[in-house]
């Protein structure tokens, strides 16, 4: 049977630096097995590409960030039956995003960032493919393990050199010893043009200490520095958290809520509220009052956006039990500061 691949892009639209875009899906499919394209359970019409091939292929171009659900539809046409493969995936602003679901089920996922969005160095260009290539084949070719690392710290130091995260890590994988990767990732991450896809170079890390101690320098590299939403104002920084009176009193009339539904309602519109400001002890000891911690984990990426403090959200972590929490958490925040630094 052929196998049917499906390509999700987000396609960018040309404005100021300012504005929000869009995302456009694109999907390509092979129409001529009587297959249907559901998104979120709304059906797309598959248009032929020519006369004389049936692949087709759907647009989407009214997508929002956030999490969906694909079904490709394939009916045997002798049969008449229908094969269903579903799986959801997450559309992120600034991102394109692209899927192939393989026949046997398999489904592949690979985002890219969609390049009309600033960032951090939105007007450095990561190294082109041809110098990286020369330069990974320069490090490679370096016989003893000290002499890769100074090839590698040589490449980081270099003013004019800027790096993806995805050649960040191959040339990091290059270096044998976790502790000079440790200090050679830490010192990348100010030339990295794609931060937002940098908590993928925490897999260099076997050791979770080393990992760890990566993501602290992110967040404290990040909350040290403004960061700026698409109104080109500085996010939190100079806003006043609450009064402690406004706050005692906040504290007091979650407390009384009786169920623990009730309590998450009334902490998501405590954090919800545009009005609202906390520093990061008054959003643990909010968290702190329901026991779930999926909820609490809900309700700290809610509340991040919120924080006046954000040098001391990793006080947050000790909400959590599971590191897997945590990490998730982690990646939020560094991913949230990236994305609403411009």
Known sequence: MKTISIFLVSCFTTLSLWAQTGNTVTININSNRYQEVLVDGKSYPITN?????????????????????????????????????????????????????????????????????????????????????????????????????????????????????????????????????????????????????????????????????????????NANRPTYNNNGRNNNRYATPMSDADFNALMKDVKKQWFPGAKMTALSNAFNNTNNYFNTSQANQLIRLVTDEDNRLQLAKSAYARITDPGNVSQLYDLFSSQARKDELRNYINSYSYNNKY
């Open 49 to 221: 590409i020519s006369t004389t091939d049936m692949n087709g292929i759907v647009t989407i171009t009214d997508l929002q960030p956030g999490q969906h659900t694909l079904d490709v539809v394939r009916i045997n046409q002798n049969t008449n039956n229908r094969r269903n493969t579903s799986r959801t995936f997450n559309l992120r602003s600034r991102y394109d995003l692209a899927i192939m679901v393989n026949n046997d089920g398999s489904v592949e996922l690979k985002e890219t960032r969609n390049r009309n969005y600033g960032n951090a160095n939105r007007n450095r260009d990561a190294m082109s493919d041809a110098d990286f290539s020369v330069l990974l084949q320069n490090v490679q070719g370096q016989r003893r393990a000290s002499a890769k690392t100074t090839a590698v710290t040589n490449a980081f130091q270099t003013a004019n050199n800027y790096f993806t995260t995805d050649q960040a890590t191959q040339l990091l994988e290059l270096v044998p010893s976790e502790s000079k990767r440790l200090t050679l990732a830490k010192s990348v991450y100010p030339k990295i043009t794609d931060r937002a896809n940098f908590p993928a170079m925490y897999d260099l890390f076997e050791n979770q200490v080393n990992r760890d101690a990566l993501a602290a320098y992110v967040e404290s590299y």
